[in-house]
């Protein structure tokens, strides 16, 4: 990619929880609902570029892809530079996955609970346990896990789930 200032792309602020496997009907029922399909590839670092990963997004109408690189400044929040790029562009890219990883794969139940908008991921190697996220404004926002959802813990703060780690691990934490 392009290089490109970091620092000048958006912030992210999120909070992360493992959760039980949800009930999807009850899901698709809430305010807002969205089902994507990801498929999540972690870039190489090495050479000067910018690392950073590649989706692959499928929804009913349509496929795009997405470019990210993220800079983190705290557990929660990231400066993020996201761009949409061509599907030749992705094919470029993915030659250049990062060794011994494996790219995730993962449904994304998008809805809305309350004052925020909540994304819920399934990833294809969990049968018993999800991940649910909320961005906020603030690191110091209160997060409401909704009453339709059953709590294992908060993991923003543990980073072996993140997606760059469960890449190498496919959800086997140690």
């Given at each position: ?115 925020l908008t909540y994304e819920l991921d399934i ?52």
């Amino acid at each position: 990619m392009n290089e490109f200032d970091i620092t000048a792309a958006p912030l992210e602020i999120e909070r992360k929880f493992l959760i039980a496997y949800p009930d999807i009907a009850v899901l698709q029922k809430q305010e807002g609902y969205h089902l994507i399909h990801i498929e999540q590839t972690y870039l190489n670092k090495d050479n000067g570029s910018a690392g950073g990963r590649i989706r692959r997004i499928t929804d009913d109408e349509s496929v795009k892809f997405i470019y990210t690189c993220k800079q983190k400044i705290t557990e929660i929040t990231r400066y993020e530079y996201e761009k949409e790029i061509s599907s030749d562009e992705y094919d470029a890219l993915i030659q250049q996955k990062q060794a011994g990883s494996s790219t995730i794969i993962k449904d994304r139940h998008i809805f809305r609970y309350g004052q925020l908008t909540y994304e819920l991921d399934i990833y294809e190697f969990w049968q018993d346990k999800a991940t649910l996220e909320a961005e906020v404004d603030s690191e110091n926002t209160v997060i409401p896990i909704p009453p339709f959802i059953t709590l294992i813990k908060e993991v923003t703060f543990d980073s072996r789930y993140n997606n760059s780690r469960l890449a190498y691990n496919l959800g086997e934490i140690e």
